[in-house]
């Protein structure tokens, strides 16, 4: 038993020699996470900043331009937006890349978005410097005179697999009040991230170094999930190795003979002592939960079917010459549009007309009138996304705890979470839920009996994403803070202890050699 005690004594000191600096680190940064999170550009924010489509300068309508590029078959995605060099232009994601009936190609597999100049049907070959400053333009206006940086990879503010698709990025940087530095796809012209100077700063304590984002982009990078995954299980380990030792040296009933419960006398030894204790559990609570946001070696993996998003809206989406001119639509929209795109539903094709403030009209492709929804239809619909029977189909008014809207700066922020919303229930195996917007049909996300424990097990214990207390800041933020001091003064008493022994080993160490 003594022997036991040693070896656990020994372990939790020398492992939280290490572990301690990581938990500071830990700590402090997420402080700074809850206010400026990672560089990211939100839907708002990329409508914000598309300019306005002018019907003057729509020279083809989608069939035609589809017809002038070799995209004969059905499509993924169609868009309509001054969105890739400062033109407006179709950006089109094909099904398939050749049409069986001519024998006519078009982009060749996995090549994803197409972009067609709207007025001449000219296919984008290349983005080169001149069409990223004139991505940059459009984006940030002239007056913010935008200065070509280079072409790049991946750098401290582009590790999202999200951009995998659009490298390499060209990097802009505008000369506005912000100091807004932006990234221009590689691919489609596209402008696909935004970083203030204010988050990129902010970013080095924050996000970049919680997430060990030292390790991306460089020699570690295959290794990175990796080195996340294993600092936390030694964390884990440290913690509960701590409060097993705390625990043992605390006397409930009694005390030592300097009348303290803790046998520490030192300062920095008995508040470590004291920290340690009462904050153990949120120190184990916040190591686990981060681990299991990496979903560590694919537990979360339950191999859940993928919905049957084509079946639901009768096949993928098709235009054709029958179908109202996008001059039709912007009219019929009666706002300024800045992005006009298509979407199939339930065998009919809708287009959505997004303002500055998001989406402003939905309307019926083939006569440009405004969308009915029909709730008998899309019942009959959703039956299609999977084969298992809907057991009930419930409307969410309000947020929940599994649909819920964060701010936009936050890890699980930024996308558009409308109300009301369908929650459609399925009877399968995996207990899957399906969220729908019923304006439209749009399929807004997917989860299930894994994903809903793992929504548990990290964002709610991470995160603290509980509405009651998200709806009552800032209960939120004190609550928070205060934990997260905690916790960084258990992780600073840790180092200052490690370091004073590394010390003295160190003098022991030289005294012995020089003896």
Not at 61 to 89: C, F, H, N, W, Y
Not at 330 to 337: H, I, K, N, T
Not at 400 to 420: V, W
């Amino acid at each position: 038993m003594i022997r036991t005690k040693r070896w656990l004594f020994l372990l939790h000191r020398w492992l939280g020699v290490v572990l301690c600096a990581f938990f500071v680190m830990w700590f402090v940064s997420g402080v700074v996470m809850m206010y400026v999170g990672y560089p990211k550009l939100t839907e708002a924010e990329r409508l914000q900043h598309l300019p306005g489509l002018d019907a003057a300068s729509l020279g083809l309508t989608p069939v035609q331009a589809l017809e002038k590029a070799g995209i004969l078959g059905p499509l993924r995605d169609l868009r309509l937006a001054v969105a890739s060099g400062g033109r407006a232009v179709y950006l089109v994601i094909p099904v398939r890349d050749a049409n069986p009936a001519t024998g006519r190609r078009g982009p060749p597999p996995g090549s994803g978005t197409v972009v067609i100049d709207a007025g001449t049907g000219d296919v984008l070959q290349q983005v080169d410097r001149s069409y990223a400053l004139a991505a940059a333009s459009a984006y940030g206006g002239a007056a913010a005179s935008p200065q070509y940086e280079g072409l790049i990879q991946e750098d401290a503010f582009t590790h999202s697999r999200g951009l995998d698709a659009h490298r390499p990025l060209h990097v802009v940087q505008l000369q506005d009040p912000a100091n807004t530095r932006i990234y221009v796809s590689g691919t489609t012209g596209e402008v696909v991230r935004d970083a203030t100077g204010t988050e990129r700063v902010w970013n080095y304590a924050g996000a970049w170094i919680h997430w060990l984002y030292p390790f991306r982009g460089n020699v570690f990078n295959p290794y990175w999930a990796d080195i996340v995954n294993w600092l936390s299980v030694l964390g884990i380990v440290v913690t509960v190795m701590g409060t097993v030792v705390g625990i043992l040296r605390w006397r409930f009933m009694r005390t030592y003979k300097s009348g303290s419960h803790s046998p520490y006398k030192g300062f920095v030894m008995r508040w470590h002592h004291i920290t340690g204790l009462l904050f153990a559990v949120i120190t184990f609570t916040w190591m686990f939960s981060g681990l299991m946001s990496m979903n560590p070696w694919r537990i979360f993996d339950n191999g859940a079917p993928s919905l049957r998003i084509q079946a639901m809206h009768g096949g993928p989406l098709r235009v054709s010459g029958q179908q109202a001119t996008p001059q039709t639509l912007l009219a019929a929209a009666g706002s300024e549009v800045r992005e006009l795109r298509w979407t199939p539903s339930d065998g009919k094709t809708l287009v959505l007309a997004s303002g500055a403030a998001g989406r402003t009209a939905v309307m019926d492709a083939a006569t440009a009138a405004p969308h009915v929804p029909d709730p008998n239809a899309l019942r009959a619909a959703v039956t299609r996304l999977l084969p298992d029977a809907v057991l009930r189909v419930e409307v969410l008014t309000d947020y929940d705890l599994y649909y819920y809207s964060r701010d936009a700066h936050t890890m699980t922020g930024g996308a558009d979470k409308p109300l009301p919303i369908w929650r459609v229930v399925f009877g399968d195996t995996h207990a899957t839920w399906v969220h729908i917007d019923p304006a439209t049909g749009a399929v807004l996300g997917q989860t299930d009996s894994t994903r809903r424990l793992s929504r548990w097990l990290f964002t709610m214990l991470h995160s603290w994403d509980w509405l009651p207390l998200l709806e009552r800041r800032p209960i939120w933020d004190v609550l928070l803070i205060v934990l997260s001091l905690g916790g960084t003064a258990l992780g600073a008493t840790g180092v200052v202890i490690g370091w004073r022994r590394l010390g003295l080993k160190f003098a022991s160490f030289k005294a012995r050699s020089a003896g």
